[in-house]
């Protein structure tokens, strides 16, 4: 080792630009140790799969509304569009969990169950056959089972306070 002169460069001085550049070093390091946060959360009410769980709701009552199971199965069959709106909305905002999964296999089971009874209604030639309008019944509250599920899922709040790292 070479003894420090006052003469010497390298004793106690840096090059031109290097303090610039040990603090921006240091300013990188403390950032990948806090990580990269969003210090706003994100709005998290989800508007646009509110406006289809609304949609679906009013179709859902509006459109079964008369106590005909018969009357019924066509309103049935136009909510599953609005379901699978709802889906894909869901699963664009990575919402799913377990129990909405579990309301979807309900929908399909009773949605077959229904389809069966129809068809064995109309054997019958029977629209008021008892198996048809329990099918209907179990149909209607799967949909709200559905519904409940999805409002469940839209509304709570993201995994810690949504402003966890990137």
Same mark, same amino acid.
């Given at each position: 080792?070479?003894?420090?002169?006052?003469?010497?460069?390298?004793?106690?001085?840096?090059?031109?630009?290097?303090?610039?550049?040990?603090?921006?070093?240091?300013?990188?390091?403390?950032?990948?140790?806090?990580?990269?946060?969003?210090?706003?959360?994100?709005?998290?009410?989800?508007?646009? %799969?509110?406006?289809?769980?609304?949609?679906?709701?009013?179709?859902?009552?509006?459109?079964?509304?008369?106590?005909?199971?018969?009357?019924?199965?066509?309103?049935?069959?136009?909510?599953?569009? %609005?379901?699978?709106?709802?889906?894909?909305?869901?699963?664009?905002?990575?919402? %799913?969990?377990?129990?909405?999964?579990?309301?979807?296999?309900? %929908?399909?089971?009773?949605?077959?169950?229904?389809?069966?009874?129809?068809?064995?209604?109309?054997?019958?030639?029977?629209?008021?056959?008892?198996?048809?309008?329990?099918?209907?019944?179990?149909?209607?509250?799967?949909?709200?089972?559905?519904?409940?599920?999805?409002?469940?899922?839209?509304?709570?709040?993201?995994?810690?306070?949504?402003?966890?790292?990137?």
């Amino acid at each position: 080792m070479t003894p420090c002169s006052p003469r010497s460069a390298a004793c106690g001085r840096t090059a031109p630009g290097g303090t610039v550049r040990a603090v921006a070093s240091v300013a990188v390091l403390a950032a990948f140790a806090t990580g990269c946060r969003n210090d706003t959360p994100p709005p998290w009410g989800y508007p646009d %799969l509110k406006a289809t769980l609304g949609s679906l709701s009013r179709a859902l009552e509006e459109g079964c509304a008369e106590t005909a199971p018969e009357s019924c199965v066509d309103d049935l069959d136009r909510l599953g569009a %609005l379901a699978d709106r709802a889906f894909g909305q869901a699963l664009g905002h990575r919402l %799913l969990d377990a129990g909405y999964v579990d309301a979807v296999t309900e %929908l399909d089971r009773a949605r077959e169950l229904r389809v069966a009874a129809a068809a064995a209604a109309r054997d019958r030639r029977d629209p008021r056959y008892a198996p048809f309008r329990r099918a209907v019944a179990a149909e209607r509250l799967a949909y709200r089972r559905l519904l409940a599920a999805l409002e469940r899922i839209r509304t709570a709040p993201p995994p810690g306070d949504g402003t966890d790292p990137v």
